[in-house]
């Protein structure tokens, strides 16, 4: 059982998260109403975090996030951010963003000053006294379980295109009936698992070709 802070976040994770783990439910203020994690079943999601509003690496982030909206809407995902600035700092950014770039951030964005949401998903240690150090992304399934997460430092602002090709990677994996390769897009050469044990592949006559074996899409 988590415990609801004032800012309406369930702590749920004793320690950093892990890819299998069930993404820790929380309630808060975001730009576009109220935000509720569980409301997000159904559909994937990508929920991430920036260090601060007004910031340049954040803000070219949030620039392409904001003109692919339509590629990962096209995926059945969606997306939601989060940092440690107010609601109304979050407002102004956007409203920023739209006057300089002329793109709309169409995705809520979640306002965190207690870092409560922080902690619960690991992004900062117990005694951190900011974010300015996180920038992590987390690629949650239709029933909530965290199937990838990827961490950057302040310093250096994440892909939106890999973003996008994480997802549809996840979602064309999800069946477990294929892999994707090194670089796989959609559309691309798909990698089948292995027809045999290390042991079996190893006596005489066994194909050579057991442990990678491909098929075209489709």
């Known amino acids: 059982m988590g415990t609801e802070t004032t800012e309406g976040a369930r702590i749920a994770a004793p ?3 892990r890819i299998g783990d069930t ?16 409301r997000y079943r159904g559909r994937w999601l990508v929920f991430f975090s920036h260090p601060a509003d ?4 954040c803000t070219s982030e949030f620039v392409a996030l904001a003109r692919a909206a339509s590629q990962f ?12 600035d107010s609601l109304y700092s979050h407002v102004a950014w956007v ?26 998903y690991g992004m900062l240690d117990e005694t951190a006294q900011d974010s300015a150090a996180v920038r992590a992304s987390y690629f949650i399934d239709p ?24 997802v549809a990677a996840l ?16 559309g691309g050469e798909l990698l089948l698992p292995p027809t045999q044990g290390v042991a079996e592949a190893l006596k005489s006559g066994a194909p050579r070709n057991w442990f990678y074996r491909t098929r075209s899409e489709g």
């Open 73 to 84: 809407e096209a995926m059945k995902c969606s997306l939601l951010g989060l940092s440690v």
């Open 143 to 166: 029933v909530g379980t965290i199937r990838a997460l990827t961490w950057y430092p302040l310093n250096v602002g994440r892909s939106v295109e890999e973003m996008v090709r994480i």
């Open 95 to 120: 409203r920023a963003i739209q006057e300089m770039f002329d793109v709309t951030v169409s995705f809520p964005i979640v306002e965190d000053p207690s870092m409560a949401i922080g902690r619960a």
């Open 23 to 38: 993404a820790p439910l929380f309630r808060a203020r975001a730009t576009l109403g109220e935000v509720s994690l569980d």
């Open 15 to 17: 320690r950093s998260l």
């Open 54 to 57: 007004f910031t340049p690496v």
């Open 171 to 186: 979602q064309r994996t999800a069946s477990n009936e294929v892999m994707t390769p090194e670089g796989w897009r959609p």
